[in-house]
């Protein structure tokens, strides 16, 4: 279990081995609205993704690896229509996530009333490149001189479903149910000449609710998420 704290403000208008993904979705079932978005700030627990267990190894160990973490990134969103926003999110160290997110039923966030349902679909992606050279003296089995590097490429294409209810004109709670099946590619390009193609699935249960006054929007959710690994491909 995981949970996130969201403080938003509406406004009218790399290098390493593992990638970092978020445990928690900042999706919620109503639309900015046309015309309308948001920045948000966000802080999460997540996990940390590695193709292999350890690349320094000779021959390199390929278990998969995912490591516990914590994020603090953005999130953003911009109604171009009332029932379509784009979707934006990034953390350091994860992917640069885009998608689109339709509002099937219900008003958006700045219209919806007490009592009011909603409904929301989003289809996005993530993507992040990086790379990273290992000194000869940390690979082992090799010669001191003999450095490692490898580039990373991860995708994550998602969808998620998410159903809310106002109780009060406020506060909006809602749930959503939250799908990816991500690739992790490491293609080593420096003393050695390997490939390997990590395949896996993130499926996430989470409650939310949000409280909002003004500009401002306090959120809280809490989720569970399985993690499956698929065999290197």
């Not at 809310?164 to 506060?171: A, C, H, N, Q, S």
């Not at 193609?197 to 959710?221: E, P, T, V």
Request: proline fraction near 3%; charged fraction near 15%.
């Amino acid at each position: 279990m995981s949970s996130q704290l969201i403080i938003t403000l509406l406004i009218l208008a790399g290098c390493a081995k593992a990638i970092r993904v978020p445990t928690n979705s900042f999706l919620r079932s109503e639309n900015m609205g046309q015309g309308g978005g948001s920045i948000e700030s966000f802080a999460t627990q997540g996990v940390r993704l590695q193709a292999a267990q350890d690349f320094r190894k000779t021959p390199i160990d390929g278990t998969p690896r995912a490591d516990e973490t914590s994020l603090i990134g953005f999130h953003g969103a911009l109604g171009l229509f009332n029932f379509l926003d784009f979707y934006w999110e990034w953390a350091p160290g994860g992917a640069t996530i885009g998608g689109f997110k339709f509002q099937l039923m219900g008003e958006s966030l700045n219209a919806s009333k007490s009592g009011s349902f909603s409904l929301a679909l989003a289809l996005g992606m993530g993507m992040y490149v990086g790379g990273e050279q290992i000194a000869g003296d940390q690979v082992e089995g090799t010669s001191p001189m003999a450095t490692r590097g490898y580039i990373m490429e991860y995708g994550d294409p998602h969808g998620e479903l998410s159903l809310g209810y106002r109780p009060f004109d406020v506060l909006l709670l809602y749930a959503g149910y939250y799908r990816s099946s991500f690739s992790q590619v490491v293609t080593f390009n420096k003393g050695i000449e390997d490939v390997y193609d990590r395949r896996g699935s993130m499926i996430m249960y989470h409650l939310g609710s949000n409280l909002k006054y003004a500009f401002l929007i306090l959120g809280l959710d809490i989720s569970q998420t399985q993690l499956k690994f698929g065999p290197i491909e």
